[in-house]
């Protein structure tokens, strides 16, 4: 699975406020952090503070600070919002002299995405935090 520039951009982002909610850190820090476009990471952020998982602090000390709870809220929250991950569209045409073959393959595609939708599901921000933490 291949992600959206802008879910990698909200994937840094959420994980880098998670870290400690209590700071206020700037969109144009955390883009210095990871190397992003700051312009990009503004749009991401937006729609996170939209989702309520970030919140926007104005003025001379302000810049976004995470307001999710890290234990609850899981990759599969973050990646949902920029990434049509539910929705299998058969890759394989399941008509003609192939159909069986088609139909084979596409059965193993849902498959792999109904894995990849799992784990995103069970990796809390809290649990990738702690593996950061170890590593």
Known sequence: MRLQKATQCALFAVLELARDPETQISAADIA????ISVNHLAKVLRDLARARLV????GAG????FI???K???LYHVVCLFEDIDSHDSAFPET???????????RVSK???DITVSTLKSITLTTLLKNLDRA
């Open 111 to 113: 498959e792999i995405e």
């Open 96 to 106: 003609g002299k192939d159909a069986d073959i088609g139909r084979a393959l596409n």
């Open 68 to 70: 999710g709870n890290p």
């Open 32 to 35: 210095d952090t990871f190397g």
């Open 55 to 58: 919140e926007s602090m104005r």
């Open 72 to 74: 609850r809220v899981t």
């Open 62 to 65: 302000g810049g976004y600070r």
